[in-house]
């Protein structure tokens, strides 16, 4: 499969552990942040999205944290399974602008 | 519904020749952006495409372009290629802003 990446950071779980995936962003101005999960081979798939007039946002086993003073966000999968294992990148974009910003991504690998 | 797709999958060129990609979006997906992934920059912007025009353009130097046409499909090309070009090239495709869908992408190596 393609590899998306040397030297990310990489968190290790057993199934049916809670993870929960970390990112960092720069720009104060930033106001709509997504989550995308990229498996060997294939493109990134959109995960969840959340905008910045809000705190938290629960989807199917996925739960995004917005944490704008700190310019933090995280991703928390609950019951974490084998084909969770990928790669997850965060983006930001800001102001109306288009083009995201990706972050480099965090490995997950979910033992059985 | 038939995701993103982009062909070839896999392309070997030599330092100084020229590559074009291609993208077919989703049905009904009228934007078409184009991405850079390597393991040294991670993901990064190229340029989008809407309606046929160059709607949003990265920081890339003008050996990158590309096009888009009536029926939405995408052509990226990139010109006097360089060992630094090698990378996985992604196409993504949307109804609206927000809400992109990733094909494949096209593994790009340069020697």
């Known amino acids: 499969g393609e590899s998306v990446g040397l030297h990310l950071p990489t968190l290790s779980v057993q199934e049916g552990d809670n993870s929960i995936i970390n990112c960092a962003y720069s720009n104060s101005a930033s106001d709509y942040f997504i989550w995308y999960k990229q498996e060997s081979g294939k493109g990134p798939q959109f995960i969840i999205d959340?905008?910045?007039?809000?705190d938290k946002r629960q989807g199917q086993r996925v739960t995004v944290l917005l944490n704008k003073t700190v310019k933090h966000l995280s991703l928390q999968i609950a019951a974490t399974q084998p084909g969770d294992s990928a790669v997850y990148f965060c983006?930001?974009?800001?102001?109306?602008?288009?083009?995201?910003?990706f972050g480099r991504g965090t490995s997950l690998i979910v033992h059985p | 519904k038939a995701g993103v797709t982009q062909t070839p999958r896999y392309l070997i060129k030599t330092r100084g020749q020229q590559v074009t990609l291609s993208c077919s979006p989703i049905?009904?997906?009228?934007?078409v952006s184009w991405y850079q992934q390597t393991p040294g920059q991670g993901l990064q912007f190229l340029f989008e495409?809407?309606?046929?025009?160059?709607?949003n353009k990265g920081n890339f130097p003008g050996r990158f372009s590309g096009r888009q046409f009536s029926n939405s499909r995408s052509e990226m090309n990139v010109s006097t290629l360089e060992l630094g070009d090698s990378a996985l090239y992604l196409c993504?495709?949307?109804?609206?802003?927000?809400?992109?869908?990733f094909g494949p992408g096209t593994r790009l190596t340069v020697t």
């Open positions: 993504a495709s949307s109804v609206r802003d927000n809400e992109q869908y």
């Open positions: 959340i905008r910045s007039n809000m």
């Open positions: 049905s009904g997906h009228r934007s």
């Open positions: 983006a930001e974009r800001s102001g109306g602008s288009y083009i995201p910003t």
């Open positions: 495409y809407f309606s046929e025009t160059q709607r």
